[in-house]
């Protein structure tokens, strides 16, 4: 640890439900005695402090700090204690903004589970150019969304380059099967999304481009294909409904590309969808699904289908999936890609608990560690994906001990 910081890694936001989570991952698979020297931070003193109770007599030993997140004295103050900021707090366009521009002004590095694309580019917007001249390696997207996808896409890439010796030019990814619930943290970032692109044309315009969050000069590209309904997919002899984190999945893999220099070539399409089974059955389920998420959508976007939805269907901010659910919880994705000469390659990616929350304590959690590992010298500061900053380190770490499994098939 550079002996310049206190601490390796400033969990924020260890009060809310995610980040309880975090914190208890954090204590059961690196301890307080430990190499890794991290402390929990939030608003409210007495809230830290029950939840470090809640965590056992083992959590005893852990610092608590306290900072506002529209204080921006104390957000200075917190982010220089440390190597790495954890941070669970959102929605992240209420949230966040101070607290990015706090660990770019310490040269502190950042990690976060955003899926807001809006606010990844407004924040690409406002310190894109500067942020090279800052020590600090900013990681968006460290969770659910969307580590399985980008260190999927990854994965199977640097397989294909070494079997086929070029890239794959097309690659799909399917959700074969995921069983857990939404938080109601994660519903409040999906509406307020909603409505800044309700309120803000720009805004809707910057959710429509999959390249919207790449470098400013490659915003544009090759046309992607996107699963908008019931969908017959001959690769997977399925049929395939709309991914409702698709589309931050695919802006992410998108920019890794481009971040990367295009390893994936120039002319690289992605797409991703759920499978819904083969024949009569398989077609029914994909008209289904693709009409309750319009449905959805629809009600979300009428003030009084919001009202009904906030009122008696979607879970408040705080909560989230009970313990039963996050442990019995699973997801299984499978990628299949094609090179420009049509050779193919296929590969799946599975977790262990329910993907939004169990899954995604542990995957943020293990991109901070590598991320607090990292020498300065090993990447410039800037903004970057998973698997552009953290690579072969991470996935290597997801599979040891965050119950990730990346692997081929035949």
Same mark, same amino acid.
């Given at each position: 640890?550079?002996?310049? *910081? *206190? %601490? @390796?890694?400033?969990?924020?936001?260890?009060?809310g439900?995610?980040?309880?989570l =975090?914190?208890?991952?954090?204590? #059961?698979?690196?301890g307080?005695?430990? @190499? +890794? /020297?991290?402390?929990?931070?939030?608003?409210?003193?007495? #809230?830290?402090?029950?939840?470090?109770?809640?965590l056992?007599?083992?959590?005893?030993?852990?610092?608590l +700090?306290?900072?506002?997140?529209?204080?921006?004295?104390?957000?200075?103050?917190?982010?220089s204690?440390?190597? =790495?900021?954890?941070?669970?707090v959102? !929605? %992240?366009?209420?949230?966040?903004?101070e607290?990015?521009?706090?660990? $770019?002004?310490?040269?502190?590095?950042?990690?976060?589970?955003?899926?807001e694309v809006?606010?990844?580019?407004?924040m690409?917007?406002?310190?894109?150019?500067?942020?090279?001249s800052?020590?600090?390696?900013i990681?968006?997207?460290?969770?659910?969304?969307?580590?399985?996808?980008?260190m999927?896409?990854?994965?199977?890439?640097?397989?294909?380059?070494?079997?086929?010796?070029?890239?794959?030019?097309? =690659?799909?990814l /399917?959700v074969k099967?995921a069983?857990?619930?939404?938080?109601?943290?994660?519903?409040?970032?999906?509406m307020?999304?909603?409505d800044?692109?309700?309120? @803000?044309?720009?805004v809707?315009?910057?959710?429509?481009?999959?390249?919207?969050?790449?470098?400013? @000069?490659?915003?544009?590209?090759?046309?992607?294909p996107?699963?908008?309904?019931p969908?017959?997919?001959?690769d997977?002899?399925?049929?395939?409904?709309p991914?409702?984190?698709?589309a931050?999945n695919t802006?992410?893999?998108?920019?890794?590309?481009? +971040?990367?220099?295009?390893? %994936?070539?120039?002319?690289?399409?992605?797409?991703?969808?759920?499978?819904?089974?083969k024949?009569?059955?398989?077609?029914?389920?994909?008209?289904?699904?693709? $009409?309750g998420?319009?449905?959805? $959508?629809v009600?979300?976007?009428?003030?009084?289908?919001?009202?009904?939805?906030?009122?008696f269907?979607?879970?408040k901010?705080?909560?989230? !999936?009970?313990?039963?659910?996050?442990?019995?919880g699973?997801?299984?994705m499978?990628l299949?890609g094609?090179?420009?000469?049509?050779?193919?390659?296929?590969?799946?990616?599975t977790?262990?608990?329910?993907?939004?929350y169990?899954?995604?304590?542990?995957?943020?959690?293990?991109?901070? =560690?590598? $991320?607090?590992?990292?020498?300065?010298?090993?990447?410039?500061?800037?903004? %970057?994906?998973?698997?552009?900053?953290?690579g072969?380190?991470?996935?290597d770490? +997801?599979?040891a001990?965050?119950?990730?499994?990346?692997?081929?098939?035949?």
């Open positions: 640890m550079n002996q310049a *910081h *206190h %601490y @390796d890694i400033i969990l924020w936001g260890a009060t439900f995610t980040g309880q =975090v914190a208890e991952y954090l204590l #059961k698979q690196y307080t005695q430990a @190499d +890794l /020297r991290w402390a929990m931070a939030g608003r409210s003193q007495a #809230k830290l402090e029950q939840v470090r109770q809640q056992g007599q083992q959590a005893a030993e852990i610092p +700090l306290q900072a506002d997140s529209n204080d921006r004295a104390s957000l200075d103050a917190l982010v204690q440390t190597r =790495v900021v954890l941070t669970t959102g !929605p %992240y366009a209420l949230y966040g903004s607290l990015v521009a706090a660990c $770019l002004a310490a040269g502190t590095d950042y990690c976060d589970l955003t899926g809006p606010w990844m580019r407004q690409l917007d406002l310190h894109g150019e500067t942020a090279g800052s020590d600090a390696r990681v968006h997207c460290c969770g659910f969304d969307s580590i399985p996808s980008d999927g896409v990854w994965f199977l890439q640097q397989a294909a380059i070494e079997k086929f010796g070029q890239p794959l030019q097309r =690659v799909k /399917r099967a069983k857990g619930g939404l938080s109601g943290g994660t519903y409040a970032s999906m307020a999304i909603g800044q692109a309700r309120r @803000d044309k720009s809707a315009a910057i959710l429509k481009n999959p390249y919207a969050i790449c470098p400013p @000069d490659g915003r544009k590209g090759t046309r992607q996107y699963v908008s309904g969908h017959f997919d001959s997977f002899n399925a049929w395939t409904a991914f409702v984190m698709a931050i802006r992410i893999v998108n920019r890794s590309n481009a +971040l990367a220099g295009y390893p %994936y070539g120039d002319k690289f399409s992605y797409d991703e969808a759920m499978l819904m089974g024949g009569f059955s398989g077609r029914m389920r994909a008209t289904t699904v693709s $009409l998420m319009g449905a959805f $959508l009600a979300s976007g009428l003030a009084p289908g919001k009202a009904i939805l906030n009122k269907v979607l879970p901010p705080g909560e989230g !999936p009970s313990l039963e659910q996050r442990e019995t699973f997801f299984k499978l299949w094609k090179t420009a000469d049509n050779q193919t390659l296929k590969a799946e990616v977790g262990d608990r329910d993907p939004g169990g899954s995604t304590s542990k995957m943020i959690s293990e991109a901070a =560690v590598v $991320l607090s590992q990292l020498d300065k010298t090993a990447l410039d500061g800037g903004f %970057y994906t998973p698997s552009v900053a953290l072969e380190t991470l996935l770490r +997801l599979q001990n965050a119950g990730l499994g990346f692997k081929l098939r035949d």
